[in-house]
C-alpha cells in the first residue's frame, strides 16, 4: 500500500453464499486527508465496501487495506469511526449513550463534550434521545462515530431523511470536519457529495465505474440553447462543424463542442438566428452529476447485492447477463 493511502482495495470480490455476488472485482484508492464520496444505485455494493473497511465483512478475494493494516486489525479499529444505522438507548439522554460508547472504546469521558459541542448537540445533551429529532440522531450518530477523534471517518448515508434545512446543517457540519481526516462519504445526495468530496467513485454492479473530481467527471462544459421550433434547432445544430454530441431536452439544445469559447457560442447563436429560429437563451454548463451517474448505472434502481445466480448457471454466463443488463 502507497504510504499517503488510507484506504487501498483491488480486485476485491465479495460473495454471499453460491447466489449472491455482492462485489465483483472492485478497485478503489482513497488518499489520506481526502474528502471521498461513493455513489451507487440501491444494491450496487457500497454498504457491502464499508463494512468491509470496519472489518464486519471479509472479502471473498481480492486485497484490501486500511490505514496500511487489514481490515478489522485493532490499531486500525482504534483510528476509524464510523456512522451507519446506529443504536441508542432511547431512555438515556445523548450524553450518556455516548458515554456509554466511549466507556466500550476505551475513549476518556472528556472526549463526549468535544463531539457534542462538533455537533451542535450541547445544549440539548442532557435530554433524553426518545425526544431528539430524527435530524438529532443523526448529529448523535455523527457525534459517537468522532469519539476516537478517527484519522478515517465512514458516513453511510448521514442525510438520509432528513429536511433540506437538516441537509443542509448536515453539509456544513461534515465541509467542518474534513481536512485533518480521510473521510468516506456514501450518499444518494449528488449535491452533498460534489459540494463536500474532492474525489468520487461511481460503482454499480459491484465495480468501480468512473473515478476523479467532480469536474472530471462532468466533462467539458456544454452549449445550452433554448430556440424555436426546437426540432429544427436540432436538426440544424447537429450540422454544425465539430458538434460532437447534440442532445435535446425539455426544449432546451445541448450541444458538446471542442473548444468552446465565447466567440463559439455567439458564432453558434448567429447561424441559428440566421437560419429564421427564435433564440430566446444561451449558456455553457457542465453535465449535472447526477446525469452522468444515471448514465453510467444505466437508470438501476439494484445492482450487485440483487444479482442472484441460478444454481448450476455457469459463472462466465452470469456475468455476461450482468454486464447486459
Known amino acids: 500500500?502507497?504510504?499517503?493511502?488510507?484506504?487501498?482495495?483491488?480486485?476485491?470480490?465479495?460473495?454471499?453464499?453460491?447466489?449472491?455476488?455482492?462485489?465483483?472485482?472492485?478497485?478503489?484508492?482513497?488518499?489520506?486527508?481526502?474528502?471521498?464520496?461513493?455513489?451507487?444505485?440501491?444494491?450496487?455494493?457500497?454498504?457491502?465496501?464499508?463494512?468491509?473497511?470496519?472489518?464486519?465483512?471479509?472479502?471473498?478475494?481480492?486485497?484490501?487495506?486500511?490505514?496500511?493494516?487489514?481490515?478489522?486489525?485493532?490499531?486500525?479499529?482504534?483510528q476509524t469511526g464510523a456512522m451507519g444505522e446506529t443504536a441508542f438507548y432511547a431512555f438515556l439522554s445523548g450524553r450518556d449513550n455516548l458515554r456509554a460508547i466511549a466507556r466500550r472504546a476505551d475513549v476518556a469521558d472528556s472526549r463526549v463534550e468535544v463531539v457534542l459541542s462538533q455537533v451542535g448537540l450541547t445544549e440539548r445533551a442532557g435530554d433524553a434521545v426518545a425526544g431528539y429529532s430524527y435530524g438529532m440522531h443523526q448529529r448523535l450518530g455523527v457525534a459517537a462515530a468522532l469519539l476516537k477523534d478517527p484519522r478515517l471517518l465512514?458516513?453511510?448515508?448521514?442525510?438520509?431523511?432528513?429536511?433540506?434545512?437538516?441537509?443542509?446543517d448536515m453539509r456544513r457540519l461534515i465541509a467542518g470536519l474534513g481536512g485533518t481526516r480521510t473521510i468516506v462519504l456514501s450518499s444518494h445526495d449528488m449535491d452533498e457529495v460534489e459540494q463536500l468530496c474532492g474525489r468520487v467513485g461511481i460503482i454499480s454492479g459491484g465495480r468501480m465505474l468512473a473515478e476523479g473530481t467532480p469536474e472530471q467527471l462532468r466533462g467539458a462544459a456544454r452549449l445550452l440553447v433554448r430556440a424555436e421550433p426546437a426540432d429544427r434547432a436540432a436538426a440544424l445544430a447537429a450540422t454544425l462543424a465539430g458538434a460532437e454530441h447534440v442532445g435535446l431536452h425539455d426544449g432546451t439544445l445541448a450541444l458538446a463542442l471542442p473548444d468552446l469559447t465565447p466567440a463559439r457560442a455567439a458564432a453558434v447563436t448567429r447561424q441559428l438566428v440566421g437560419a429564421g429560429l427564435e433564440v430566446s437563451e444561451v449558456r455553457t454548463a457542465r453535465r449535472p452529476l447526477r446525469e452522468i451517474f444515471l448514465e453510467l448505472t444505466g437508470r438501476r434502481t439494484g445492482g450487485a447485492d440483487s444479482v442472484r445466480r441460478r444454481a448450476g448457471r455457469p459463472k462466465h454466463r452470469a456475468q455476461a447477463a450482468r454486464k447486459g443488463r
Open 154 to 168: 465512514i458516513l453511510d448515508e448521514p442525510s438520509n431523511g432528513l429536511d433540506p434545512a437538516g441537509q443542509l
Open 1 to 78: 500500500m502507497a504510504a499517503d493511502l488510507a484506504v487501498e482495495a483491488r480486485g476485491v470480490v465479495k460473495r454471499f453464499g453460491a447466489d449472491v455476488l455482492a462485489l465483483d472485482g472492485l478497485d478503489l484508492r482513497i488518499h489520506e486527508g481526502e474528502t471521498y464520496g461513493l455513489l451507487g444505485p440501491n444494491g450496487a455494493g457500497k454498504t457491502t465496501t464499508l463494512r468491509m473497511l470496519l472489518g464486519l465483512v471479509r472479502a471473498s478475494s481480492g486485497l484490501i487495506t486500511v490505514l496500511g493494516r487489514r481490515p478489522g486489525d485493532p490499531v486500525a479499529l482504534r
